[in-house]
């Protein structure tokens, strides 16, 4: 399923458990991860050190890329390791193109590194900006990691880009021999009470049960047992929430844009609230349109 994992890394405690999680993956895929720490060009972080001009950030990112590959040879990871200078969103998007990594692994914040560029808002630019997928963690004290995925939710609205990104998930629950649970939302928060918006609103469950018996069918179709139907009216992202919830889910597959039908529920906001409130990973794809 993967074979070059990219996971941008500061050291912080949220990283470090992003760090085992991928870890886990690429056991389980056989593949590489690439520990990358970017020194953030927007900060000033240049320094004279017994005459010689230096970047402090680079030399903390060489310590903090150290204790990394420590903990990878603990583990029994294939690895290797750069330390960059540049804006880190662009620079991670950039570097996992350039390199032809097929997954980014990191947390949604990292508040105790020295770069703290993986707080939220750049995470989310890296979702944004990303045309290799984005794996995402929020770290909470009181949640875990858990690999191998036994249950995987794919939120969808039918449109490209949630194809897309159904067909990852697809492809993963079927390397993992997991469960599918298929959700469409038709958002009635921007249903009006008037026969219009009534109509609108049965003609956006027809289009939210349609996405989700083609997804199930194709889902059959590559051997998947279990899969679990949902057509649910209310906010995307508290549907989609309460689902992880009731449902014990593991991962989270969606795609960051989907304009076709009038729930609109990929729309990249939800895909970024989503990975930043999940309890549980969320992987976003997304789909040049």
Avoid: C
């Avoid at 630019?125 to 995987?152: C, G, H, N, W």
């Amino acid at each position: 399923m993967y074979e070059d994992i990219l996971l941008p890394f500061d050291g912080s405690d949220g990283a470090a458990e992003t760090l085992h999680h991928a870890a886990e993956i690429a056991h389980w895929a056989d593949a590489t991860i690439h520990v990358l720490f970017v020194a953030d060009t927007t900060r000033d972080s240049v320094t004279v050190v017994e005459t010689r001009v230096v970047d402090a950030l680079v030399r903390e990112g060489e310590g903090i890329v150290e204790e990394a590959e420590k903990t990878l040879d603990t583990l029994g990871v294939d690895y290797d390791s750069d330390v960059v200078q540049g804006n880190p969103a662009p620079t991670v998007v950039e570097y996992a193109e350039r390199y032809d990594h097929d997954l980014i692994v990191m947390p949604t914040h990292g508040r105790e590194g020295v770069s703290r560029y993986l707080i939220g808002s750049v995470t989310e630019k890296v979702i944004r900006l990303s045309s290799v997928p984005v794996l995402t963690a929020r770290m909470q004290p009181d949640e875990r990691l858990a690999f191998p995925y036994e249950d995987i939710l794919l939120p969808t609205d039918g449109s490209a880009t949630a194809t897309r990104a159904a067909e990852h998930g697809l492809s993963f629950a079927a390397a993992l021999d997991a469960t599918v649970h298929v959700l469409s939302v038709v958002d009635d928060t921007s249903l009006g009470l008037d026969v219009r918006s009534t109509v609108s609103g049965r003609n956006s469950e027809q289009a939210g049960t349609d996405a989700v018996d083609e997804l199930v069918s194709e889902a059959e179709t590559r051997g998947i047992s279990n899969a679990v139907r949902y057509v649910e009216r209310g906010s995307p992202i508290e549907v989609i929430l309460d689902t992880i919830e009731s449902n014990d889910i593991h991962a989270v597959v969606m795609g960051t844009t989907g304009r076709r039908g009038s729930d609109r529920i990929l729309l990249g906001s939800v895909a970024e609230k989503t990975a930043r409130s999940a309890p549980v990973p969320v992987i976003t794809v997304r789909h040049d349109e």
